[in-house]
């Protein structure tokens, strides 16, 4: 198995109905990992530059669904469906989106992604 230069960790925790900080799952987050699967390999870069994984609790239940880039740790929060071509667009290029960023050490070092997502 080869090892990524970046990946996306997509929360897929879910909390009890009705618990008071929600959950991703619950958001929706579940259905965001296979579209990021997806939008990377249709970029090609999903078996050796990008990998997209869910994961438990990040932490950030405040900021809806949230999505873990690394090495560049930044978060991503409000994640919608509407996001995942933008995401994949930065990752596979290295960059970021910044309009998604609610948690990033050091975001000033790496770049915005250079083009906004056309119809994929």
Do not use: W
């Amino acid at each position: 198995m080869p090892f990524r230069k970046r990946y996306l960790f997509v929360c897929t925790n879910r909390r009890p109905d009705g618990h008071p900080k929600g959950s991703c799952a619950e958001k929706g987050s579940e259905d965001i990992v296979p579209r990021l699967k997806e939008a990377l390999a249709k970029r090609g870069v999903a078996k050796d530059i990008v990998r997209a994984c869910a994961t438990g609790c990040l932490d950030l239940c405040e900021s809806g669904i949230a999505v873990l880039q690394e090495p560049e740790h930044v978060a991503y929060g409000g994640v919608t469906a509407n996001d995942v071509d933008d995401i994949a667009d930065a990752a596979a290029q290295g960059g970021i989106v910044a309009r998604l960023v609610v948690h990033g050490a050091g975001v000033a070092d790496v770049p915005e992604a250079t083009e906004p997502s056309a119809a994929h």
